[in-house]
């Protein structure tokens, strides 16, 4: 079983920036991809971001590439992603997610999540 508590979201106004952290439990950090989703009201959850195990390859939303930077560190089992330009737009409940030996790019499609956080709210105000 693994626990995923998410971090860091607040009001924040247009064009700030914002990093989120995810601290995941138990000692097989290593062996997940890791995955940023978000979901605003009334919308669907869709995805933002995800990184391979290694942190080698990563993935983007077509929305937020090029603002976003998702990063994970395995030594203290803990995933980021670091939001710069931030628009009223990316307002949202972002939730961490784990995919067990899973792919990265698989994610993209939520496919293979094994585990959810319970989310953190991210603002953005105009």
């Known amino acids: 079983q693994v626990q995923l508590v998410e971090s860091g979201g607040r009001l924040v106004q247009a064009g700030g920036s914002l990093r989120l952290s995810c601290a995941a439990s138990g000692r097989t950090f290593s062996t997940y991809a890791m995955g940023w989703f978000r979901q605003a009201p009334g919308k669907e959850r869709e995805f933002v971001a995800a990184?391979?195990?290694?942190?080698?390859?990563?993935y983007y939303s077509d929305s937020v590439k090029g603002r976003f930077t998702i990063s994970r560190d395995n030594g203290e089992n803990t995933v980021y992603l670091q939001m710069n330009s931030l628009k009223p737009g990316d307002t949202a409940v972002y939730y961490c997610?784990?995919?067990?030996?899973?792919?990265?790019?698989?994610?993209?499609?939520?496919?293979?999540?094994?585990?959810w956080g319970q989310g953190t709210q991210v603002t953005v105000s105009s």
């Open positions: 997610a784990a995919a067990f030996g899973g792919s990265a790019q698989e994610m993209r499609l939520m496919r293979g999540i094994n585990y």
């Open positions: 990184i391979s195990q290694s942190g080698i390859k990563r």
